[in-house]
């Protein structure tokens, strides 16, 4: 057999030339890696037993990788659909890909599942898994693959759709633009085949290779996610390297759901979703209310600080706006429709941005004017469906903190630079710290503007990040249809990412409003239009950080900062003078006079999540002091007034966590 030359990639990266016989496939170089489950040769993700050619360049998969999971999640995937064939052999196959901490199945079975097939379901599958069954790639013709899948219409139609249903990333893992391929599970020592899909992979070697997995849930989800297609029921699991990382990650999701946003909105007063008024559609009470407030409020004097002109516009326009900005051509099916007053229709706003530009329009602009930084708390809304509406987090009326920076083109690469920074600093103040950046490119098909504004566009974004010491994570064909952007993703308490402040380069609105300012010469240029905005949505941002904290806000944003509780009512009065004193500085106090025991009222103010509470006996009114009682359950007993007073006012200002 002849000699092929390849380069080799141990675990650390250290390449090394090699000649290897004909036929020799990664499974050959790496099989006594069990870490090793994939390979990735010339770039591309293949199956450990695909043969290696001349110049192949083969990089190791490790399980514990995050394309590494992927793969052991889209193998799992293709396990519990075998298991669901066999228990319920009349379901029909949808598609099955690997997603964020799991993976999902889709099937057209005759009624939904429910607790008890899951658990069937699941211990069929480690009977599958404890099998060690092969998974073999096989290239079919079209003609091929619609013979074998005959019974499978879903398969069927994305073989008839193959190039199109490569486009959606879900469809992606079934076929490709080219040739199509099956994955045939084989008996582990007869190699009789056990089971079959439409996959384009890559798969690990044998079951054997799925080290943990759980089935978490079952719930409805529309054929390729079209309400017009059929309901099919999804089965939604878990898969990871180890015993260990799945238990790490359920006890993660059990944290999860403790810092529920909703669930804690409920338990702490501050918002509800009335039925009345409609899903995505949030009422804040008044202990919310307080909350929101001191956000926006220190958000403006911080924009204030930075020379930014608070504006304020309508919630609805003429449709002739959107007309001219391109939203109605771009973006309607996230509108609501409109609504016919006088022969003339009208929508409720989705974005600001087209006001703002109505704002700078307004009358003649000067270059000494630039750049012009407008901003505002905008309501708009969006015709979000009911399946993705979640809590704050995703809703159908929002506020934006929107701002709209109009500049030179010179004067683009700070204006951003500036721009990143004022953003990061200002989500650091509110208590997240840990981000990077993704920049967001052109989308195809669905794009205003040439390709060189595009280019300088995004390649002023690029320049801007690469000053900021965080990582750029590329996010091809995401930006907005008039310009590329990028986006702030933060990590919240529990290592889940967020995506929080957006910032984008627009060289296409300003042409389609032919905005103008007059330049230094006296010419009329075209100013850059920069797009931000720092929470996203105040809702969802509430959201965010009532998850990040459990509930617990640091004092500056609680609602209650301080609970006043005596342990009689003859120290009632010593605690309310207290308590004015420290409503004289600004805080926001109440002195629980309810007829419950103390030990009661304490674990109230617990559950209400109050950083502090002030308890007062006979002795802490003979010493002018108070017991001193953090969230935490620490005590400290004799605190003199002042000094009370002092580290509460300190730890508000200095708006730290306590």
Partial sequence: MSDVPVIVLDREGQRREREVTSGTTSADLYGDDRDVIAARVNGELVDLSRPLGPGDVVEPVLVNTQDGRAIVRHSTAHVLAQAVQQLFPEAKLGI????ADGFYYDFDVSRPFDPEDLERIETLMREIVKSGQRFVRRVVSDDEARAELSSEPYKLELIDEKGRAASDN??????GEGELTIYDNLDARSGSLCWKDLCRGPHVPTTRHIRAFKLMRSAGAYWRGDEHNSQLQRIYGTGWESKDALQEHLRLLEEAERRDHRKLGAELDLFSFPDEIGSGLPVFHPKGGIVRRVMEEYSRQRHEEAGYSFVNTPHITKSGLFETSGHLKWFAEDMYPPMRMEGVDYYL???????????????GRSYRELPLRLFEFGSVYRNEKSGVVQ??????????????????????????????????????????????????TKPPGKAVGSDA???EATEALRAAASLIDLDLVMDEGGGAFYGPKISVQAKDALGRTWQLSTIQVDFQLPQRFELEYQAADGTRQRPVMIHRALFGAIERFFGVLLEHYGGALPPWLAPVQVVCIPIADAHVAHLQSIAARLRAEGLRVEVDTSDERMQKKIRTAQRQKVPYMLLAGDDDVAKNAVSFRYRSGEQKNG???DEAVSEIVSAVLSRVQV
């Avoid at 099955?96 to 997603?99: D, K, Q, R, S, W």
């Avoid at 879900?170 to 076929?175: D, F, K, P, T």
Wanted: aromatic share 8%; charged share 20%.
């Fill in 639 to 641: 605190v003199s007034i």
């Fill in 96 to 99: 099955g890909p690997p997603i």
């Fill in 453 to 455: 504004d595009w280019e």
């Fill in 349 to 363: 706003k989705p974005m600001n941005c087209p006001m703002h530009i109505l704002i700078y329009r307004s009358r």
């Fill in 391 to 440: 809590g704050l987090v995703r809703v159908r009326g929002m506020t934006q903190d929107d701002a709209h920076i109009f500049c030179t083109r010179e004067q683009m690469p700070e204006e951003l630079h500036n721009l990143l920074m004022f953003v990061l600093g200002l989500l650091r103040d509110y208590g997240l710290t840990d981000f990077y950046l993704e920049l967001s």
């Fill in 170 to 175: 879900n469809a992606g893992v079934e076929v």
